[in-house]
């Protein structure tokens, strides 16, 4: 070292020891520090993860009372589970991966309700029986298609079991983001288990003769109403005396309105006729427009697909609607569907049409828990009787349990949606209070432990069977959203005062677009399969073809 | 002077060199070093994705459609030939203008009259600047809960007022959708216009007014000679901040009116969500929200050039 690389080292050090001496930071402590923080970045990052997995971990299963009919239900699913018979689905489901040991599912779930019974039954349940852990993904309802789909670009594995819509199976069998499950089901299952499913949903998860998952929520609308509203002598007489007939829970769409009116003129602002979930985006608009389009004997599409919703069956079916919207509770035009609810349980409507949860929230089943204390105690439950919708009513999205076709896991993951979906516990699933999950099986309808929730469960269920066995289902085919999101748009426009008729043809030219680009030879590909669903029209549903089931 | 006796300096043996030599780079570029984590982390949150928006601009991005062909110009075609496109920019611009006059005039106001000090003006302060800590979303909701029939108390309210039944539809009917939409965002931003004209006015020298005082100007005109000019350059910071803010308006269409009726609360932010994440249309959504920014730029550039001339040389 010469003179001055030593001059210059001695004012170096000596500025480091200044530095020091004065406390602030040298450039040898700034790095000291910087590489003690990046350890501990990384030493945090598995610490915080093992102790957030330990704090999300599933708790053990929330059992009800065993003398209530929900905790017997809960304890037959769990004898069905340990002692069988054997060749139960969900026996034979627990005994394959007990095996499997040491999995841990990732399952995706709407965010919120829809997400508490895996969480607090199912998931806790699962690895009691068997020792795999569950991952609960919550996700908003459109992410459950598109995330799924992201992370199958991607590769990552991210889910074993995917909760989808029926209409979008098409789409996620031909994109490769879902798997058949043809070869488990023929190594696992219980055949007769698919027997037990209402024929209108037995058929949903099959597509190009494949098996792409399990039909697990029976989201058929139905039609609730004021059963004293309709036993008033006095209403019954001066309806007789205007229409010259009696006072029934109406059949057509045309009495519906016509007798929501005539409830809201004689006894409006202490009730009104009807209420209907219509704000934009709600989504109650898309889905009465396609059952009321379809009771009109509307068609989609010709045979060129090209769209046929601005014919004499729209308009008819958009002027149904627009009267009907009259008659109503006042603001039914900005309703989602829990304001629609906490209407009819306040006593201020008397006829509403929604899905499933909508009789056990009546009956105060529902509230009985405290994830569902946002809606208010009903005032009238054992006033509420059960009717099928006028025409034919929609089964309103529904959800299938399909397997992530990325899943590291694929076995223990169908092994898990066989058992959830088997018989006796989706009856325990169905029968959660804080549920979403809506009955669907032969089982669930003829189920004396359901029956048994509420004075009236049981006839409930029977009109849950009847209305399926008249039910339409939505569009199961690529660019469901586009068409759906059109007729909203449509209907909530004519809402606020658009022409019908140009409305229909806006929406028309919507869905031609989107055909187009989908492919129009596709697009009718995928029509016909889904025209010989039944429940694809009104003359073509599960009684039209002589399948109805009859409690 | 350095005595004999002091420490052994390291040697001169070539690997002490290689350290002397490294240890005089650092020195050199420590501070290029410093900022290395910052700019890998730009890179990678920020012009990667933005580099990938550009490549997904151009190709098939949809998730109904396999595969990922090069499309060439026809997405933002797409957009720029789709009505409900044009009409939402059409909105966001009246919108976030109406937006933005509206909580100017009233921020100002307020700061005009909390300028002085008076007995509670702290508390009254406090008060007034609650809303710019709510999210949006639940700013949404709670009007929604105000204005929506036949819970919300607001019609039965006015119907008082005036004396006869009020029935409006807050969130249904223009022009109300359009009002209800207004007053929301402004109840929620006018404390941020208020927040830094009240920094600008207090910051205005009081000899000014003194000075002004001797004069025997009033007060209108100190206001005009004096307030307005002082404040003006804060004022444009302001309203390009909050201009710049309102164009995305999302949160409260999302929760209050969903876009509707029909599409006609549909802001370019909405009718982006809707195309990326309704429908699934990525690389459509991609196309829209390059041709916003890109018209946000133009906007922003033009707003900026204007402030800095503003400011004195």
Known sequence: ?551 | MMSDASPALPSTRPRSRLRASFSEWSDRHFRWLLVVPAVLLILSLSIYPLAFSLWVSFVNYDFQIPGHAFVGLKNFAMVISDPVARRSLILTVLLSAADVVIELGLGLALALAMVRRFPGRGLVMSILIVPLFISPVIVGQAWTLLLQRPFGPTNYLLGQLLGHEVTIGWLTEAPWLYIALIIADVWQWTPFMFVILLAGLTAIPPNLYEAAELDGVGGWQAFRLITLPQIAPIVSLAAIFRLLDAVRLFDTIFIMTGGGPGTRTYTSSYYLYTVGFTQFHLSQATAGAWIFLILISVLVGLLVKRLVKAEPA
């Open chain 1, 1 to 551: 070292m010469n003179d001055r690389e030593r001059r210059e080292f001695e004012a170096g050090l000596a500025a480091e020891v200044d530095v020091w001496l004065r406390g602030e930071p040298t450039r040898r402590s700034f790095i000291k520090r910087f590489g003690q923080m990046t350890g501990m970045l990384a030493v945090s990052g598995p610490l915080l993860g093992s102790i957030s997995r330990s704090a999300l971990a599933q708790a053990a299963a929330q059992l009800a009372d065993p003398t209530t009919p929900l905790g017997q239900a809960q304890a037959a699913a769990l004898k069905a589970s340990t002692e069988g018979p054997a060749d139960g689905s969900a026996y034979r489901a627990v005994q394959a991966a007990k095996k499997l040991q040491g999995v841990t599912l990732n399952m995706t779930y709407e965010a919120g309700l829809q997400a508490l019974d895996p969480r607090h039954f199912s998931g806790p349940m699962w690895e009691q029986l068997t020792g795999n852990k569950s991952n609960v993904v919550e996700l908003s309802h459109p992410d459950q298609y598109s995330k799924p789909v992201a992370e199958h670009i991607a590769g990552s594995g991210a889910y074993d079991i995917l909760d989808i819509e029926p209409a979008w199976t098409p789409s996620l069998a031909d994109g490769g983001v879902i798997a058949p499950l043809d070869d488990y089901i023929a190594q696992y299952m219980n055949k007769a288990d698919f027997d037990d499913y209402h024929p209108l949903f037995k058929a949903l998860p099959t597509y190009k003769g494949k098996i792409w998952g399990f039909f697990d929520d029976g989201d058929m609308f139905a039609l609730y109403y004021r059963k004293d509203v309709f036993a008033d002598p006095k209403l019954k007489d001066a309806y007789g005396k205007k229409f010259g007939k009696p006072l029934e829970v109406p059949k057509t769409w045309e009495d519906y309105a016509q007798v929501a009116q005539f409830i809201t003129d004689q006894m409006a602002p202490d009730l009104y006729g009807a209420g209907h979930f219509r704000k934009a985006g709600s989504p109650g608009n898309q889905f009465d427009f396609l059952q009321q389009f379809r009771a009109n004997r509307g068609e989609f599409f010709d045979g060129d697909m090209k769209a046929q919703l601005a014919s004499p069956a729209g308009i008819k079916t958009l002027e149904n609607m627009i009267a009907a919207n009259k008659a109503s509770i006042p603001g039914n035009n900005e309703l989602d569907a829990v304001s629609l609810w906490a209407a009819f349980l306040q006593g201020k409507v008397a006829m509403i049409y929604s899905w499933p949860p909508t009789g056990r929230m009546a009956a105060n089943y529902s509230q009985s828990d405290t994830a569902i204390n946002f809606i208010p105690r009903s005032s009238i439950a054992g006033k509420v009787g059960y009717a099928v919708v006028p025409g034919n009513p929609e089964h309103a999205t529904g959800y299938s349990k399909a397997l992530a076709a990325d899943s590291a896991n694929p076995e223990a993951a169908y092994l898990f949606m066989q058992w959830a979906t088997s018989p006796p516990v989706s009856l325990a699933r169905t029968m959660l209070p804080y549920a979403l999950r809506d009955p669907y099986r032969l089982s669930h309808y003829k189920s004396e432990l359901y029956g048994a929730l509420w004075p009236d469960a049981k006839e409930y269920l029977v009109n849950l069977c009847n209305s399926a066995n008249v039910g339409l289902l939505d569009m199961i085919m690529p660019g469901w959203q586009d068409y759906a999101l059109s007729l909203d748009r449509m209907c909530s426009s004519v809402w606020a005062g658009a022409d019908p008729k140009a409305a229909l043809e806006t929406a028309a030219a919507e869905w031609d677009q989107t055909t187009e680009r989908l492919g129009v030879d596709s697009q009718k590909a995928f029509y016909a399969e889904y025209r010989k669903l039944p429940g694809s029209s009104a003359d073509h549903t599960v009684e039209a073809l002589g399948m109805a089931v009859k409690l």
